[in-house]
Nanobody
Framework: QVQLVESGGGSVQAGGSLEVSCAASGYTYSSYCMGWFRQAPGKEREGVAAIYNRGGTTYYADSVKGRFTISQDNAKNTLYLQMNSLKPEDTAMYYC????????????????????WGKGTLVTISS
């Protein structure tokens, strides 16, 4: 059974940095997309960053490009999201998600494409 567990959320001031992690277990697919999604109060869940493991191709939402970096440590089965130059509008619950796939692409940023979800970790940015 696939389990995704996020950690590392917290509160920081605008301009600061934070890294969130996602520990994956029960995931043995050779080809997959994993990503970070966020949902702010009253808003829809949106894709922030994703990675296709074959080749390590990454995808970013325009709103975070240049500020956020997604990475993974295959030995630890852990996905990371390094967030720099944080803004108050980055405040949200951040979710890790994954799905098996033969092909990558920007669709990996679509919440509808993900099969497995973690429970989220809260990130709060104060101005």
């Amino acid at each position: 059974q696939v389990q995704l567990v996020e950690s590392g959320g917290g509160s920081v001031q605008a301009g600061g940095s934070l890294e969130v992690s996602c520990a994956a277990s029960g995931y043995t697919y050779s080809s997959y997309c994993m990503g970070w999604f966020r949902q702010a109060p009253g808003k829809e869940r949106e894709g922030v960053a994703a990675i296709y493991n074959r080749g390590g191709t990454t995808y970013y939402a325009d709103s975070v490009k240049g500020r956020f970096t997604i990475s993974q440590d295959n030995a630890k089965n852990t996905l990371y999201l390094q967030m720099n130059s944080l803004k108050p509008e980055d405040t949200a619950m951040y979710y890790c998600a994954a799905t098996r796939t033969a092909l990558g692409g920007r669709w990996c940023l679509s919440r509808n494409g993900m099969a497995y979800w973690g429970k989220g970790t809260l990130v709060t940015i104060s101005s």
